[in-house]
């Protein structure tokens, strides 16, 4: 057996940086002693700026991979130049980073799910600019909901193309009565953005990799204890209620055989 524990490696802007505040940090809790959840989500990139950056290797066997990107690359051009990268680079930009996950994580087969770039909430970011910039606020949309969705459909057609499965955030977000209370500044998650991110996404985890579903102790539910269950994933030693503590090692050989 791999001494090695399972890697979720989650690759992103802003919504993956501060995603330990809630998704991610809920992630982990589901996954806490089968995966290790490594954030790699960099504040204000785009794709552009993330091709950038050298791909960090993590010793591993088995991992999971989430390519988050789009809130920046699909800011107005004239708006926003700095974060804006046109759909059809964005496009080509994904399917690059994909390729660069399939050549520095090969453990990682096609446990690859894309995530869209989630819905814009005007009055938000309105209300945003006026805090941060009082009398200099354009009182212009630098983002906007429509093309939200157009980087949405783009990020659904590469995982389309490339054959892997797709969260989209952009279209189910927006399903949800009074949506808009996902977000705090129109962009960001608030915590019941958190909240359905984090539902959502291992809701999609157990739909697209089964053999990553966590089964919880349906009499306390916690996530890792010796009635949870995972069928993928190693719980990398025996639970304490396992081990004779007079003959420690059986259950000890029998977990690692």
């Known amino acids: 057996m791999s001494t090695y524990r399972a890697k979720i490696i989650l690759l992103g802007d802003s919504l993956t940086q501060t995603s ?3 998704w991610g940090g809920h992630l982990a809790n589901v996954y806490q002693r089968r995966a290790d959840v490594i954030n790699r989500g960099f504040s204000g990139y785009n794709t552009n700026f993330f091709l950038r950056l050298p791909m960090e290797e993590f010793p591993c066997d088995n991992s999971l991979v989430t390519i988050f990107f789009g809130a920046n690359d699909a800011s107005l051009k004239d708006e926003n130049p700095h974060h804006y990268v046109s759909l059809e680079d964005y496009s080509q930009n994904l399917k690059t980073i994909l390729e ?8 990682c087969g096609n446990n690859i799910l894309f995530i869209t770039p989630p819905p814009v909430v005007h009055e938000q970011r309105f209300q945003w600019q006026k805090e941060k910039y009082g009398d200099k606020a354009t009182g212009v949309l630098e983002r906007t909901l429509e093309n939200a969705g157009k980087y949405a459909a783009a990020c659904k057609k590469v995982a389309a193309e490339v054959g892997l499965p797709c969260l989209d955030l952009y279209t189910t977000m927006q399903l949800e009565n009074e949506w808009q209370r996902f977000f705090n500044d129109g962009l960001h998650f608030s915590a ?3 909240k359905f991110v ?3 996404l291992v809701n999609a ?3 697209h990799f089964p053999s990553w579903t966590v089964h919880a102790d349906p009499l306390t539910g916690q996530w890792a204890n010796s009635a949870s269950t995972c069928e ?5 030693g025996p639970f304490h209620d396992e081990i004779d503590h007079l003959e420690p090692e059986k259950a000890f050989a029998k977990h690692f055989k």
């Open 198 to 200: 984090g539902d959502a």
């Open 100 to 107: 660069r996950v399939r050549q520095t994580y090969p453990h």
């Open 192 to 194: 019941d953005g958190h």
């Open 232 to 236: 993928g994933l190693s719980s990398g």
């Open 20 to 22: 330990f505040e809630g």
């Open 205 to 207: 985890i157990q739909e």
